[in-house]
Structures are given as C-alpha cells and as structure tokens.
C-alpha cells in the first residue's frame, strides 16, 4: 500500500521530493498501523521543518498564544470570532489531542518563536481543507508564501489529490494569493468564495516557488 500517489508531471523532481519525505517518515506504515488500507489520512506530525520555518503540534500549553493571535485586531478581521479568555482555547485543545481528523500546526521560525497558526480539517475523500492560517504581524515577508508551500508539500505526502477551502471575500490579498496558486473558484456565498486546487496545481506552485521550499520538509513523529 503506497500512501502518496502524487502526479507524474513534474520535470523539476516536486513529485519525487514529496515521495521521499513520505517515506524517510513512513507514512505508508503509520497508516495502515491506523487501518487505513486505501486513501489519505490526517497524521499528527510532531514537528515539519522547511526552508526558514516549521511547524509544530499544537498542545494545550498553546492556548494564550493562539487566543492573543486570533483576538488580534487586525488578525482577526477575515477569521470567525474568538474568546478572549484562554479556558475555552485549552478546552478545545485538550480534544484536539484526542481528535484525528483534523491537524492543528503553530508555525515557527528557525529560531523556535511562534509567528503563526495554521490548520488542516474537513477531509472529503481525496481532499483537504486548510484554515486558521493566520502569520503574526513583524513575521518575514516569506513566511505566507513557504507555509502555504509546506501545508501542500505535508498534504501531498500524505497522499491528498487536491485541497478545498474558503476564503471572505474582503480579503482580497488572500484570495489573490490562492489564486495565483492555481485554485479554482467553485462557488460563493454573501460573504465567501470557495475554492479547490488540484494536485497538477500544487505540484505546478511548488515548482515555480521552490525557492522557498527547496529541498522540501521533513517530518517528524
């Protein structure tokens, strides 16, 4: 059983970076210990390192920062709203602990500080949703783009064919962004727009933006 199938169209080596990262970290065999014979599934990872990031589990212990960042002024403009009080974040957390299908990352800098969030969930079939991506102000200027290129990179590994998420239509910087990315409008709401990228897209922006990613990630258990 081979976890990852990502696409063969890659002249550059993406498709074959990802494969490898899968492997070294054994994500065939974490999944079938999770009787999970055919498709991709969420895996926990402890820790992904990238080019100048990486990205970490979230625990309990976690809960003040997230709080601060989702309650941030600016932050919290395009994001559903949040509490202030840190209770109901540890709560939420201690389930997640418990919780498979989603995965919950605090993305770091080389220097082990914490300068964002984001999150993986709502897996249907062969696609997964991202979110909760949110890249605290004073972060680097790259910091958007290679979190983006290490939530594709991890989802591709884990054997996702193509991703789904929404994005409010008043944030038009992130909503360009995606776009630029390859995803595809499938649909809208008062406040939303819909998308989906598929993995030719992913492997296509992971090419063309490899300069930030470049040897690709890898992952820890």
């Given at each position: 059983?081979?976890a990852v199938t990502p696409p063969?169209?890659?002249?550059?080596?993406?498709?074959?970076?990802?494969?490898?990262?899968?492997?070294?970290?054994?994500?065939?065999?974490?999944?079938?210990?999770?009787?999970?014979?055919?498709?991709?599934?969420?895996?926990?990872?402890?820790?992904?390192?990238?080019?100048?990031?990486?990205?970490?589990?979230?625990?309990?212990?976690?809960?003040?920062?997230?709080?601060?960042?989702?309650?941030?002024?600016?932050?919290?403009?395009?994001?559903?709203?949040?509490?202030?009080?840190?209770?109901?974040?540890?709560?939420?957390?201690?389930?997640?602990?418990?919780?498979?299908?989603?995965?919950?990352?605090?993305?770091?800098?080389?220097?082990?500080?914490?300068?964002?969030?984001?999150?993986?969930?709502?897996?249907?079939?062969?696609?997964?949703?991202?979110?909760?991506?949110?890249?605290?102000?004073?972060?680097?200027?790259?910091?958007?783009?290679?979190?983006?290129?290490?939530?594709?990179?991890?989802?591709?590994?884990?054997?996702?064919?193509?991703?789904?998420?929404?994005?409010?239509?008043?944030?038009?910087?992130?909503?360009?962004?995606?776009?630029?990315?390859?995803?595809?409008?499938?649909?809208?709401?008062?406040?939303?727009?819909?998308?989906?990228?598929?993995?030719?897209?992913?492997?296509?922006?992971?090419?063309?933006?490899?300069?930030?990613?470049?040897?690709?990630?890898?992952?820890?258990?």
């Open positions: 059983m081979s063969t169209a890659d002249q550059s080596g993406i498709a074959a970076q990802i494969q490898a990262s899968a492997l070294e970290a054994g994500i065939a065999q974490r999944l079938a210990q999770r009787d999970q014979a055919v498709g991709p599934a969420y895996l926990k990872a402890k820790k992904i390192f990238g080019h100048k990031l990486s990205m970490r589990n979230a625990t309990v212990a976690d809960a003040s920062y997230i709080v601060a960042l989702r309650t941030d002024e600016q932050k919290s403009r395009f994001i559903s709203s949040t509490s202030a009080n840190v209770k109901p974040q540890e709560q939420w957390l201690e389930k997640y602990a418990r919780d498979d299908k989603q995965i919950y990352f605090i993305i770091q800098n080389m220097e082990g500080e914490n300068i964002g969030t984001v999150r993986l969930y709502d897996q249907q079939a062969d696609s997964f949703c991202w979110g909760s991506w949110i890249i605290q102000a004073g972060a680097a200027s790259s910091s958007s783009i290679e979190s983006a290129l290490m939530v594709y990179h991890y989802a591709l590994a884990l054997g996702f064919q193509r991703a789904h998420f929404d994005v409010r239509k008043a944030n038009e910087s992130v909503w360009k962004f995606h776009e630029r990315f390859g995803a595809k409008k499938t649909g809208e709401t008062a406040e939303d727009l819909h998308y989906s990228i598929a993995a030719s897209d992913i492997i296509n922006s992971l090419n063309r933006y490899a300069k930030f990613l470049p040897k690709g990630i890898q992952i820890q258990f």
